[in-house]
């Protein structure tokens, strides 16, 4: 095999390991108004995201956390006809302004697309909101 042979291949293998690295997956596109963010979602002691993470804010501080798995109907998969098509591939939780306190909710098991875990009366600490059995962060 000649320099030029031996230069080619070392490019195609080059070319290969970027495109199934981790670094790839850092380009994960996300719907509009979703940005990367630093998450902690922690639920009766089970650490479910930690650390990178999706997020929206909506006006009035309403915000959605997803964790770095999640994926976009329209983006990852085809926009479903019904909710029964939604997909899951992580853990996600959103916490909203409810009159004068803040709740919010998530999935208990990562392929759930519905919210069966809730909490009411969260109380905020900084970028954190908790509860009893729960606590939500977000850094962005």
Not at 5 to 14: E, M
Not at 82 to 98: L, N, P, Q
Request: glycine share 10%.
């Amino acid at each position: 095999m000649d320099w030029l042979s031996a230069g080619r291949t070392t490019a195609l293998a080059l070319a290969i390991a970027f495109s199934v690295s981790p670094s790839h997956a850092a380009q994960h596109r996300l719907p509009s108004g979703y940005k990367w963010g630093r998450c902690l979602l922690v639920v009766d002691g089970e650490t479910r995201i930690s650390g990178r993470c999706s997020y929206q804010i909506e006006k009035g501080g309403d915000f959605n956390i997803q964790g770095p798995k999640q994926v976009f109907a329209g983006i990852d998969y085809p926009d479903p006809n019904s909710g029964a098509g939604e997909m899951s591939k992580d853990y996600w939780a959103a916490v909203y302004k409810d009159g004068d306190t803040w709740a919010g909710y998530s999935n208990a098991a990562i392929d759930e697309t519905h919210g069966d875990e809730r909490w009411e009366n969260l109380s905020r600490e900084g970028a954190c909101y908790t509860a009893k059995d729960v606590k939500i962060c977000l850094w962005h």
